[in-house]
């Protein structure tokens, strides 16, 4: 609650003098700065900085980023970009320790990767809940821009549900409900934490969206999914059906026969596709996979999971105004 009380004595002004002069407005500041530095404080002994070089055509290229430890004996988050194709790394700890570290698995379309230190009684951070952040919402990054190890920023959450365009190879994909801050991010602030005031991790810094706006990806019960696979499996498999499609308000009947009043707008369909095999067309709206309702293309991608690979999966579609079931066997997303 210390960024509330902040913001509150900035409204009121205060006393006869206004601003932060009087003691109610350093009270407040001391507050916040309190806040900031209670998590920096916590948050930096869990935050390394990586050292990463690559082999390429023209020599070996170094690189740099952050990483965030999870786990005591040794696993570390950061993002997908910040490592590449590297098998190895080096991460140095905030008390001086360098650490050799693997890469135990990237997710190129989440823009996540594990690692795992060569060491033990590490310093786990927690991790959050980025669902539960609000627009205004004090946040901290912590990271290494610039290969100043442990830099502290701070700001607001200033957009949520924000989307950041990914890529490996040839497929495009999406990272959905994507954090936008406004705390200070540069060169080096890549696979860093981005956290509440109580110091819970609720993002993976991973991009600069433009002056004074940095993005990171959520963590949220999708990408907590994703790491456990890197974790045990080293790669996260997804479910594929071959279609391109976008958001689309329900026609009043079947937003009232559904009780919601959003679909997902079949808008191409991929040749030679589960989707096609299956006589999916353009113009279908998908309000169903096996039960599950879909009113988001997030929702899409959430069912889209290794379970449902080679199994016959029911889609609940709407079209011309009928409702119909139509079964496909989605296949494995090859990357």
Same mark, same amino acid.
């Given at each position: 609650?210390?960024?509330?009380?902040?913001?509150?004595?900035?409204?009121?002004?205060?006393?006869?003098? /206004?601003? !932060?002069?009087? @003691? %109610? +407005?350093?009270?407040?500041?001391?507050?916040? $700065?309190? #806040?900031?530095?209670? &998590?920096?404080?916590?948050?930096?002994?869990?935050?390394?900085?990586?050292?990463?070089s690559?082999?390429?055509?023209?020599?070996?290229?170094?690189?740099?980023?952050?990483?965030?430890?999870?786990?005591?004996?040794?696993?570390?988050?950061?993002?997908?970009?910040?490592?590449?194709?590297?098998?190895?790394?080096?991460?140095?700890?905030?008390?001086?320790?360098?650490?050799?570290?693997?890469?135990?698995?990237?997710?190129?379309?989440?823009?996540?990767?594990?690692?795992?230190?060569?060491?033990?009684?590490?310093?786990?951070?927690?991790?959050g809940?980025?669902?539960?952040?609000?627009? /205004?919402? !004090?946040?901290? @990054? %912590? +990271?290494?821009?610039?290969?100043?190890?442990? $830099?502290? #920023?701070?700001?607001? &959450?200033?957009?949520?549900?924000?989307?950041?365009?990914?890529?490996a190879?040839?497929?495009?994909?999406?990272?959905?409900?994507?954090?936008?801050t406004?705390?200070?991010?540069?060169?080096?602030?890549?696979?860093?934490a981005?956290?509440?005031?109580?110091?819970?991790?609720?993002?993976?810094?991973?991009?600069?969206?433009?002056?004074?706006l940095g993005?990171a990806?959520?963590?949220?019960?999708?990408?907590?999914?994703?790491?456990?696979?890197?974790?045990?499996?080293?790669?996260?498999?997804?479910?594929?059906?071959?279609?391109?499609?976008?958001?689309?308000?329900?026609?009043?009947?079947?937003?009232?026969?559904?009780?919601?009043?959003s679909?997902?707008?079949?808008?191409?369909?991929?040749?030679?596709?589960?989707?096609?095999?299956?006589?999916?067309?353009p113009?279908?709206?998908?309000?169903?996979?096996?039960?599950?309702?879909?009113?988001?293309?997030?929702?899409?991608?959430?069912?889209?999971?290794?379970?449902?690979?080679?199994?016959?999966?029911?889609?609940g579609?709407?079209?011309?105004?009928?409702?119909?079931?139509?079964?496909?066997?989605?296949?494995?997303?090859?990357?």
């Amino acid at each position: 609650m210390a960024e509330l009380t902040f913001v509150d004595a900035m409204l009121r002004g205060g006393g006869e003098n /206004g601003g !932060l002069g009087d @003691a %109610v +407005g350093d009270e407040a500041l001391d507050s916040y $700065s309190r #806040t900031v530095s209670a &998590v920096a404080e916590q948050l930096r002994p869990s935050v390394a900085s990586l050292r990463v070089s690559r082999r390429s055509r023209r020599g070996s290229i170094e690189g740099g980023g952050s990483a965030v430890i999870v786990t005591p004996d040794g696993f570390l988050l950061t993002s997908a970009h910040v490592v590449g194709r590297a098998p190895a790394c080096e991460a140095t700890l905030a008390d001086g320790r360098t650490l050799a570290v693997q890469v135990v698995g990237a997710d190129p379309l989440s823009d996540l990767a594990v690692l795992r230190a060569d060491g033990s009684a590490l310093v786990a951070a927690e991790l959050g809940e980025a669902a539960r952040l609000r627009v /205004g919402q !004090l946040v901290v @990054a %912590v +990271g290494n821009p610039h290969g100043f190890g442990g $830099s502290v #920023t701070a700001g607001v &959450v200033s957009a949520l549900g924000r989307s950041l365009p990914t890529r490996a190879g040839s497929v495009v994909r999406v990272v959905d409900n994507v954090i936008q801050t406004d705390a200070a991010l540069n060169p080096g602030n890549s696979g860093g934490a981005l956290a509440d005031s109580a110091g819970r991790v609720v993002g993976i810094n991973t991009a600069v969206a433009g002056i004074g706006l940095g993005l990171a990806v959520p963590i949220n019960d999708t990408t907590r999914r994703i790491v456990v696979a890197l974790m045990r499996e080293g790669r996260f498999r997804r479910a594929y059906v071959g279609i391109a499609g976008g958001p689309r308000p329900l026609p009043p009947r079947a937003a009232a026969a559904l009780g919601r009043a959003s679909a997902v707008e079949v808008v191409e369909i991929v040749p030679g596709s589960p989707a096609e095999r299956a006589g999916l067309r353009p113009e279908d709206l998908i309000v169903a996979i096996g039960g599950a309702p879909v009113t988001s293309v997030e929702d899409l991608h959430a069912l889209m999971t290794a379970d449902v690979i080679g199994a016959e999966v029911v889609l609940g579609l709407f079209r011309g105004g009928r409702q119909l079931a139509v079964t496909l066997v989605p296949v494995e997303l090859e990357l």
